[in-house]
């Protein structure tokens, strides 16, 4: 192992990893910026040049991430304005899914499951731009967390405490939400992709994949919290570590259209509709109908919004046109248009 002063910081510690092992993988990567924005190490890489700083990240991934990304930005100084993405594979910390529990909470972890919801890429705030309602200045602030604002807690102008969010000023990047399930669990798991790893056609409902990401926390009610995984990097299994079970028999367990949760949907969605087809406007054995389709898109099964009233008739056209696991927002445009 290479001997390392353990009095360096993590941020001089990757400076001396990267400029030593990484240099060619990340000038790679800066030609191909924006268009590529991350850089994969192997973890196991990391351990041998420095196993502390390799066991902080594990435990501290957070603070010991930033201290990454930012040793990039000082090895190469005339590219101060890049912000690329430094992720993990490879990690030592896996942990099965059903033993995935609070001691792990801000710790990286890795985790084995497959995916059986897809959500859609949508902004989050990554720099948020406030102002103070005092003396005008506006002051940055990086967001971190996943479930509120942090604003400033001072202005360093006139000592104000009451600020507002500039929404068009302040900087975004893609964030989406999958939820992943093992095989031996009824266990669900939000994984939040930010940046480059959010992408509505990269991933698919069944892929058995392995995340690794830091586990965090969100209150729901009081002293209660849900579970979630800020992921810093997934990939597929292979065929050898791919789960034994039959992965489409598996999801298809999860369509329960007899549920009351369900069975509630329909009530609303007729009930807001007033029972009537949004197409030729009969009112005869009213049908709900799922824009996004719902085997393909498990997220949107009971979101009202996504349900429309169509009647028997136009139904069985719509999936006879378009097919019947094929439902999304194109299509029923074009079928409201007469467009096919």
Not at 37 to 54: G, H, K, N, P, Y
Not at 220 to 243: G, R
């Amino acid at each position: 192992m290479t001997s390392i002063d353990k009095s360096k910081t993590s941020l001089t510690k990757f400076e001396d990893f990267f400029s030593t092992k990484y240099k060619d993988k990340i000038l790679k990567v800066l030609e191909n910026y924006p268009d590529e924005r991350s850089l994969l190490v192997d973890f196991m890489e990391l351990t041998i040049f420095d196993l502390d700083l390799a066991d902080l990240l594990i435990e501290k991934p957070m603070d010991v991430l930033l201290a990454s990304e930012k040793a990039i930005k000082n090895i190469y100084p005339l590219m101060k304005d890049i912000d690329l993405n430094v992720r993990f594979n490879y990690i030592t910390n896996s942990v099965q899914f059903k033993n995935l529990n609070a001691k792990y909470v801000g710790k990286l972890v890795s985790i084995d499951g497959f995916i059986t919801s897809i959500g859609k890429p949508e902004p989050k705030i990554d720099i948020g731009v406030f102002e103070c309602k005092g003396c005008m200045r506006l002051h940055e602030v990086s967001q971190y967390s996943n479930n509120s604002i942090i604003y400033p807690s001072l202005c360093t102008e006139c000592g104000g405490r009451s600020f507002r969010l500039l929404h068009e000023e302040s900087e975004y990047l893609d964030s989406q939400c999958l939820i992943v399930r093992s095989e031996d669990t009824s266990r669900r798991l939000n994984i939040i992709l930010e940046d480059d790893l959010a992408d509505y056609d990269k991933y698919n409902v069944g892929s058995a994949v392995r995340v690794t990401g830091v586990l965090k926390t969100l209150k729901k009610a009081k002293n209660k919290f849900e579970e979630f995984l800020l992921v810093n990097h997934i990939e597929e299994l292979s065929e050898d570590e791919k789960p034994s079970i039959d992965i489409d028999d598996f999801i298809s367990n999860e369509d329960n259209r007899d549920s009351t949760e369900y069975k509630g949907w329909v009530n609303n969605v007729l009930s807001r509709d007033d029972s009537t087809c949004i197409v030729c406007g009969e009112k005869r054995a009213p049908h709900t109908h799922h824009v996004f389709g719902y085997k393909k898109h498990p997220d949107y099964r009971l979101n009202v919004d996504n349900g429309v009233v169509l009647c028997r008739w136009c139904h069985h056209k719509y999936h006879d046109v378009f097919g019947k696991d094929s439902a999304n927002p194109v299509t029923f445009i074009k079928f409201l248009k007469g467009d096919y």
